[in-house]
């Protein structure tokens, strides 16, 4: 499984890596991800999701099934 947010897309992104001297040197800025259990209303039942913190912030605001039908998640089958 790659390290992606299931509910915004959110991936890994290549930066620079920049030393004292100025030598720069490629890095990989990974997502911050979280796997998290969440209570999912219309299916009376708890949902695994493997979301990054932004996303869980996100969350709180536009709600669960808001947020999966924008990314065309089926919650059913998770």
């Known amino acids: 499984m790659s390290r992606r947010c299931q509910l915004t897309g959110k991936s890994a992104n290549n930066a620079m890596a920049v030393s004292h001297s100025h030598r720069r040197t490629k890095k990989l800025q990974e997502v911050n991800l979280q796997w998290k259990r969440i209570w999912w209303a ?29 990314a065309g998640l089926n919650l059913a089958k998770l």
Do not use: P
Request: without cysteine.
């Open 42 to 70: 219309e299916g009376n039942r708890f949902v695994r999701l493997r979301i990054s913190t932004k996303a869980l912030k996100t969350l709180e605001s536009k709600g669960l099934v808001a947020m999966a039908k924008a």
